[in-house]
C-alpha cells in the first residue's frame, strides 16, 4: 500500500515538474518572437557602427590629404579659386589658396612690364579681392597671424602699385599691429615697409621688353669666320685672311708707357 501511495506521488511530482519546464519554454519562445527581432537590430546596429567608424576615419584622411595635393600641385589663380571653395572648411586650405591666387596674379605683373593697363588693372582687382576675402576669414587667432600679415601685405603692395601711398602705408601699420606680441619680425618688417610707402607708391619708367631680332635671327659673323657649334674642332688649313681695313679710319695712336 505505502509503495502505490509513493509511486503515484512521485509520478505527480514528475508530471508537475514536466509542466513547469513546459512553462518555462513557451515563455522563453514568447520572448524570442516578442522581443528577438529588435535585439536583433541593436545587435547589426553595433556591428555597423563599428564597421563604419574606421571607414569615416580613412575617408575624412583621404579627403584632407586631396585638398592639400590640390592646393600644392595648382598655380592657376581661377583653378585656386575654385579649390578655395570647394575645400572650404578643411584645414586652412581656403585662405592659403586664396593667398596663392592673389601672389600669383602680383608676379605675373612684375614679371610683365609691357602688360597692357586694362589687364594689370583687372588682375589687381583679382588679387585684392582674394586677399580682402581672405581677410574676412580672419579670427585673430595666433594660428591665423601668419595668414592674415600676408593678406594685409598684399593689399598694401596692390594700394602702393595703384599709387595710393596713404592707403598702403595704413595697411602695413595694420599688418604690423596684426604680428605685434607674436611674430615681430614681420611687425617690423611691416612698419619699415610703412615708412617707406610714399616712396614706393610714386611712379617709375616701367621698362619695356626688349624688341625682337629681326632678319634671320642670327648674329652675322665677320667675313672669313666659320660658325661652330659647341664641341666643334675648327678645320685646319691656313688662317683666313683677315678682313679689309676701311683707310678713311685712322688707325689707333700708341700709347707710351710711365
Same mark, same amino acid.
Given at each position: 500500500?505505502?509503495d502505490t501511495?509513493?509511486?503515484?506521488?512521485l509520478?505527480?511530482?514528475v508530471h508537475q515538474t514536466d509542466?513547469k519546464?513546459d512553462?518555462?519554454?513557451e515563455?522563453?519562445v514568447?520572448?524570442?518572437?516578442r522581443?528577438?527581432?529588435w535585439?536583433l537590430i541593436?545587435v547589426l546596429?553595433?556591428i555597423?557602427?563599428?564597421?563604419w567608424?574606421?571607414r569615416?576615419?580613412n575617408?575624412?584622411?583621404?579627403?584632407?590629404?586631396?585638398?592639400?595635393?590640390?592646393?600644392?600641385?595648382?598655380?592657376?589663380?581661377a583653378?585656386?579659386n575654385?579649390i578655395?571653395?570647394s575645400?572650404?572648411?578643411?584645414?586652412?586650405v581656403?585662405?592659403?589658396a586664396?593667398?596663392k591666387?592673389?601672389?600669383?596674379l602680383?608676379n605675373r605683373?612684375?614679371s610683365t612690364p609691357?602688360?597692357p593697363?586694362?589687364?594689370?588693372?583687372?588682375a589687381?582687382d583679382?588679387?585684392?579681392g582674394q586677399?580682402e576675402?581672405v581677410?574676412?576669414?580672419d =579670427?585673430?587667432?595666433r594660428? &591665423?597671424t601668419?595668414? *592674415?600679415v600676408?593678406?594685409l601685405?598684399? $593689399? %598694401?603692395?596692390?594700394?602702393?602699385? @595703384?599709387?595710393?601711398?596713404e592707403?598702403?602705408r =595704413?595697411?602695413y601699420t595694420? &599688418?604690423?599691429k596684426? *604680428?605685434q606680441?607674436?611674430?615681430?619680425? $614681420? %611687425?617690423a618688417q611691416a612698419?619699415a @615697409?610703412a615708412?617707406?610707402?610714399d616712396?614706393?607708391?610714386?611712379?617709375t619708367q616701367r621698362?619695356?621688353? *626688349?624688341p625682337?631680332?629681326?632678319?634671320?635671327?642670327q648674329?652675322?659673323l665677320?667675313?672669313?669666320?666659320?660658325?661652330?657649334g659647341?664641341?666643334?674642332v675648327p678645320?685646319?688649313?691656313?688662317?683666313?685672311?683677315?678682313?679689309?681695313?676701311?683707310?678713311?679710319?685712322p688707325a689707333?695712336?700708341?700709347?707710351s708707357?710711365p
Open positions: 500500500m505505502t501511495s509513493d509511486r503515484k506521488r509520478e505527480s511530482e509542466l519546464e512553462r518555462i519554454n515563455d522563453f514568447e520572448s524570442l518572437k522581443y528577438g527581432p535585439v541593436a546596429g553595433v555597423s557602427v563599428r564597421l567608424m574606421p569615416s576615419a575617408a575624412e584622411i583621404a579627403t584632407r590629404d586631396q585638398a592639400w595635393v590640390d592646393l600644392l600641385t595648382t598655380t592657376e589663380p583653378s585656386l575654385d578655395a571653395i575645400w572650404d572648411g578643411i584645414d586652412a581656403s585662405p592659403l586664396r593667398l591666387a592673389g601672389q600669383t602680383l605683373i612684375s609691357d602688360m593697363a586694362d589687364e594689370r588693372a583687372t589687381l583679382d588679387a585684392s586677399f576675402t581677410m574676412t576669414m =579670427d585673430g587667432s594660428a &591665423s601668419v595668414i *592674415a600676408t593678406a601685405n598684399g $593689399l %598694401a603692395a596692390i594700394a602702393e602699385s @595703384r599709387g595710393d601711398a592707403s598702403a =595704413d595697411l595694420r &599688418s604690423a596684426r *604680428a606680441g607674436w611674430l615681430e619680425p $614681420l %611687425a612698419n @615697409r615708412a617707406t610707402a616712396v614706393a607708391s610714386l611712379p621698362p619695356k621688353a *626688349a625682337a631680332p629681326t632678319g634671320t635671327g648674329f652675322q665677320p667675313p672669313g669666320l666659320i660658325p661652330l659647341p664641341g666643334e678645320p685646319s688649313g691656313p688662317i683666313p685672311p683677315a678682313p679689309p681695313v676701311d683707310p678713311a679710319t689707333p695712336t700708341p700709347t708707357g
